[in-house]
């Protein structure tokens, strides 16, 4: 956990920049008499600015929620300093929400529970055209961008809510879509209660606490934006500690602009770090939050050519989580004697580039291991084989030293099977009555471009 400040917190939202830069509109210092234990809203940013030509227009960041048509609907209010004639919502190539007129000079922005809602808060931008009677130009859009945030807090300082609450692609079973949220508190334990809108609580580490909304139970919980969330944490040095906190929906950046929306913003693509975090991830995972946000990850799960996203990379081998093999190779590792041993050290993996610069083979993977382990053996006095060829390791047969079936089945279902490519070495070593043998593997999956590496061992009495 990065230390965190564990004093008073307070809701800060930020402008991102516009074509002209937005701006926040200047505000007198207030001094604040704080009490212990409850935050001050005096930091908060309330309306955000963004000025072009001769529009200035400002949306107030804290969105409340209003019954319209028999619909519940985030409400976003804004306001020009020209009278205006027109307005619009929208994202790329779609109608989206309503924006009206409510007033010469004010608008609002209505985004219906449902999809449109959902999709804001999972990070689709929304774009506002604005139509202007008088100045030059008359025709502007404006961009927003709408998130859950935590707020309003109080309570003790023991407890630390994340304002932040970020959407992530987390599979669970037709949905995948997750919002989360932070609660940092040296705690055993951490309850959540309020009358509805109760997120998932899960451990992150020792003094850590994730908090899971789907979209339902988010909504819930934001909807009326009056109602406090209870957090209470088990203490570690004894008793509890509680805080409150309201989740609203903010807005969180605002830019504006006389061009074409879509050559200003133009939507981003998949990006390269994104598409390997991806790829780099070990069969069957479901959470990609180390990934990047909801929108960054799901841009880069139907790229069907890895070239489209990077550019060609010489051959370089990427260190990738393994853990999943450790029971089989701990399994492995079960049965030695007096008479007869052997062992077999945690399993390394790599990935090979998604876009190579050529076709990545077997002796060339071996080699950039080598450079690696300074221990490694010279690569010459290994066997270079396929699959057929496994069947000459101790380790991938089931022989009087260990299962190898099992652990190749293993190995496999992490590596995605099919076509293998493989270094095999065995040399004996040293061994005082009785003989022994260093026993090494490369397995390269060219399909799924996963590299599993084995250093074992096994030897018996003369």
């Given at each position: 956990?990065n230390?965190?400040?564990?004093?008073?917190?307070?809701?800060?939202a930020?402008a991102?920049?516009?074509?002209?830069?937005?701006?926040?509109?200047?505000?007198?210092?207030?001094?604040?008499v704080?009490t212990?234990g409850t935050s001050?809203?005096?930091?908060t940013?309330e309306?955000?600015?963004?000025?072009?030509?001769?529009?200035t227009l400002s949306?107030e960041?804290?969105?409340?929620?209003e019954?319209?048509n028999g619909?519940r609907?985030l409400?976003l209010?804004?306001?020009?300093?020209?009278?205006l004639?027109n307005v619009f919502?929208y994202?790329p190539?779609d109608?989206?929400?309503?924006?009206?007129?409510?007033?010469?000079?004010?608008?609002e922005?209505?985004l219906?529970?449902?999809?449109?809602?959902?999709?804001?808060?999972?990070?689709?931008?929304l774009f506002?055209?604005?139509?202007?009677?008088?100045?030059?130009?008359t025709?502007y859009?404006?961009?927003?961008?709408?998130a859950?945030?935590f707020?309003?807090?109080?309570?003790?300082?023991?407890?630390?809510v994340s304002?932040?609450?970020?959407p992530?692609?987390?599979?669970?079973?037709?949905?995948?879509l997750?919002?989360?949220?932070?609660?940092?508190?040296?705690a055993?334990?951490?309850?959540?209660?309020?009358?509805?809108g109760i997120p998932?609580v899960?451990?992150v580490?020792?003094?850590?606490f994730?908090?899971d909304?789907?979209?339902?139970?988010?909504?819930q919980a934001?909807?009326?934006?009056?109602t406090?969330l209870?957090?209470?944490?088990a203490l570690n040095?004894?008793?509890?500690?509680q805080?409150?906190?309201?989740l609203?929906?903010r807005?969180?950046?605002l830019?504006?602009?006389t061009?074409?929306a879509?050559?200003?913003?133009?939507s981003?693509?998949c990006?390269?770090a994104t598409?390997?975090?991806?790829q780099?991830?070990?069969?069957?995972?479901t959470?990609?939050s180390?990934?990047?946000?909801?929108?960054?990850?799901?841009?880069?799960?139907y790229?069907?050519n890895a070239?489209?996203?990077?550019?060609?990379?010489?051959?370089?081998?990427?260190s990738?989580?393994?853990?999943a093999?450790e029971p089989?190779r701990?399994?492995?590792?079960v049965?030695s004697?007096n008479?007869?041993?052997h062992?077999?050290s945690?399993?390394?993996?790599?990935r090979?580039?998604?876009?190579?610069?050529?076709?990545?083979t077997?002796?060339?993977?071996?080699?950039k291991?080598?450079?690696?382990?300074q221990?490694?053996?010279?690569?010459?006095g290994?066997?270079?084989?396929?699959r057929?060829?496994l069947?000459?390791?101790?380790l991938?047969?089931?022989n009087?030293y260990?299962?190898?079936a099992?652990?190749l089945q293993?190995i496999?279902?992490?590596?995605g099977?099919?076509?293998?490519q493989?270094w095999?070495?065995t040399?004996g070593?040293?061994?005082?009555n009785?003989?022994?043998?260093?026993?090494?593997?490369?397995l390269?999956y060219p399909?799924?471009?996963?590299?599993?590496?084995?250093?074992?061992y096994?030897?018996?009495?003369s």
């Amino acid at each position: 956990m990065n230390p965190r400040s564990l004093g008073l917190a307070c809701l800060v939202a930020f402008a991102a920049p516009a074509c002209s830069g937005p701006t926040e509109a200047p505000t007198d210092a207030v001094e604040s008499v704080e009490t212990t234990g409850t935050s001050t809203a005096a930091a908060t940013v309330e309306r955000l600015y963004a000025t072009e030509a001769s529009l200035t227009l400002s949306f107030e960041t804290l969105g409340t929620f209003e019954t319209r048509n028999g619909v519940r609907s985030l409400i976003l209010h804004a306001t020009a300093n020209r009278y205006l004639s027109n307005v619009f919502s929208y994202v790329p190539d779609d109608a989206f929400g309503q924006a009206n007129i409510i007033s010469e000079r004010r608008l609002e922005v209505v985004l219906p529970e449902g999809h449109e809602l959902n999709s804001v808060l999972a990070g689709l931008p929304l774009f506002v055209t604005v139509d202007t009677f008088t100045g030059t130009p008359t025709h502007y859009t404006a961009r927003i961008e709408v998130a859950p945030r935590f707020y309003d807090f109080r309570g003790s300082n023991a407890v630390w809510v994340s304002e932040n609450v970020t959407p992530y692609y987390v599979v669970n079973g037709l949905q995948s879509l997750v919002y989360r949220g932070n609660v940092d508190a040296a705690a055993s334990a951490l309850t959540v209660t309020a009358p509805d809108g109760i997120p998932a609580v899960g451990n992150v580490d020792a003094d850590s606490f994730k908090l899971d909304w789907s979209y339902d139970t988010l909504k819930q919980a934001m909807d009326p934006h009056t109602t406090p969330l209870t957090f209470t944490a088990a203490l570690n040095a004894g008793g509890t500690a509680q805080k409150t906190g309201r989740l609203v929906g903010r807005v969180t950046s605002l830019a504006l602009t006389t061009g074409d929306a879509y050559d200003v913003w133009p939507s981003p693509s998949c990006q390269p770090a994104t598409y390997d975090c991806v790829q780099n991830q070990p069969s069957g995972t479901t959470d990609f939050s180390a990934c990047g946000t909801y929108r960054q990850v799901t841009r880069c799960l139907y790229v069907s050519n890895a070239c489209d996203v990077g550019s060609p990379q010489p051959l370089s081998l990427t260190s990738i989580n393994a853990s999943a093999l450790e029971p089989a190779r701990v399994t492995w590792n079960v049965g030695s004697n007096n008479g007869a041993w052997h062992g077999l050290s945690p399993i390394t993996a790599f990935r090979t580039p998604s876009c190579p610069t050529t076709t990545p083979t077997i002796q060339g993977v071996v080699a950039k291991v080598a450079e690696q382990d300074q221990s490694f053996p010279d690569p010459t006095g290994g066997t270079y084989t396929n699959r057929a060829g496994l069947s000459q390791s101790v380790l991938f047969t089931s022989n009087y030293y260990g299962d190898g079936a099992a652990l190749l089945q293993a190995i496999d279902a992490f590596a995605g099977g099919g076509d293998v490519q493989a270094w095999l070495y065995t040399q004996g070593v040293s061994c005082h009555n009785c003989h022994e043998f260093d026993t090494r593997a490369v397995l390269y999956y060219p399909a799924t471009r996963k590299v599993v590496v084995l250093d074992g061992y096994y030897g018996y009495d003369s």
